[in-house]
C-alpha cells in the first residue's frame, strides 16, 4: 500500500505546560524489520507523556520524538520479516512513542488483536495499562488468589486496570484515592477498602490487614509506610516516584521480614522482554476482558488536534480512568 509522505501529528514544541503541544506535519513513519505501520483510530494519553512533556521523561534514542505510548488501528504496512499481521487486521498495540499521530510504527509483536467485545475507542487505552499491571503486579509481584494487593492512585488508568485485574485473580483488593467521590468508583471495580489518603490512616490501617502485594506509583515519603504495611514476606513494586525517589528508609525490616522491594518502568524495556509481556496478555488477560472481568474505564475523549485539552485533563485531580484521542476524523 501507498501512503502519503505527510501525516499530522502534536508535537512537543518546547518543555512546558499543555500548550507546548502543537500541531506538526511530519514523514509517515517507515517500518523497520519485524515492525508494522498502524493508521491509528485513536491514541491514549497516559502520565508518562506528561513527564516526558515536562522534560522529565527523555524518550529512548531509537524512539519517536514525538509523544503516545499507545493506539489502535489498522494495519496498513508491513516491514520486512513481519509475520504477525497483514494490512487491514484491526489491532491495538504498545507504541515505544509516536502516538499522537495519524500514523505509528511498532515492533509487531507489541500489537495485539482488539479483544472481542471492544471497541477501537476502548481498546486504544488498553495496552499501557495491560502491560504495566500484569507484568508489575503478575509477573514481578507474583500475585497469587488470597493475597491482600495494595495498589496507590486507584482511580489512575493504571490503578482502575490493577484493581480488576487483581479481583480477577482473586486476590483482596485495597486502593488509595485522593476524593471521596471516587472511593465508590473503585469499590465497584473489586476494591474492599479505598482509603482517601489525603483524611484516612491508611498506613496504619493498611500494616494492621498486612499486605502481601503493594503496587505504588507515589515513592517518596510512602515508601516507609509502604514497607511496614507488608506482611512478612510481601513484596512492594514501585512503578513511578511522584512524590519523590528519596526518602529515609529503616532497611532492617527487608531482613527480619523478608521482604522484596523491587519495580520496573516499560518504555526502555527491549523488543523481546515486551513481546513476552504482550504474549502473556493474550494468553491470560484478553480472556478476562472478553469474559467482562475486566473492563476499560474511558474518563474522557478529546480530538487528537485538542491534546492540550487532553493534557489538562490528565493533570486534573477529577479524572476517572483514561483519556484518549480521536485520531480519525
Ligand atoms: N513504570 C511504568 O512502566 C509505568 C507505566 C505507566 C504509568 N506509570 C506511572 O503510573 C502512574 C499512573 O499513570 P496513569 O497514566 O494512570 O496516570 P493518572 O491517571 O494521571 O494517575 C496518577 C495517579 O496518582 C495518584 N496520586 C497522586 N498523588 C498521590 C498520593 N499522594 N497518594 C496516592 N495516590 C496519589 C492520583 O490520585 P488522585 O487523582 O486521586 O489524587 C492518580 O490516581 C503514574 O505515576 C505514571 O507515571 C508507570
Redesign the pocket.
Known sequence: MSLSNAMLAMEISSHGGPDVLYPCSVPVPVPGHGQIVIRLAYAGV???DV?QRQGLYAPPPTASRLPGLEGSGTVVETGPGVTRWKIGDQVCALLPGGGYAEYAACHESHALRVPRGLSLREAAALP??AF?VWS?VVMRGGLRAGEKFLV????????TMAIQVAAALGARVFT????PE?QAVVRGLGAEQAWN?RADPWGSDAKKLGMDLILC??GGP?IQPNLAALADDGRLVQ??F??GAKAEVNFSELMMRRLTFT?????PQSDLAKGRIAAELETHLWPLIEAGKVRVLIDSEFPLTQAPAAHWR?EA?G?IGKIVMKVEE
Request: glycine share 16%; net charge positive.
Open positions: 497516559n502520565r508518562p513527564l499501557e495499562a504495566t508489575n496507590h492512585g486507584g482511580s489512575s488508568g493504571i490503578g488509595t484515592v485522593g476524593a471516587k489518603y506509583m507515589v510512602y512503578i513511578a511522584t512524590l519495580g520496573s518502568t516499560l518504555r490528565i485531580p479524572h
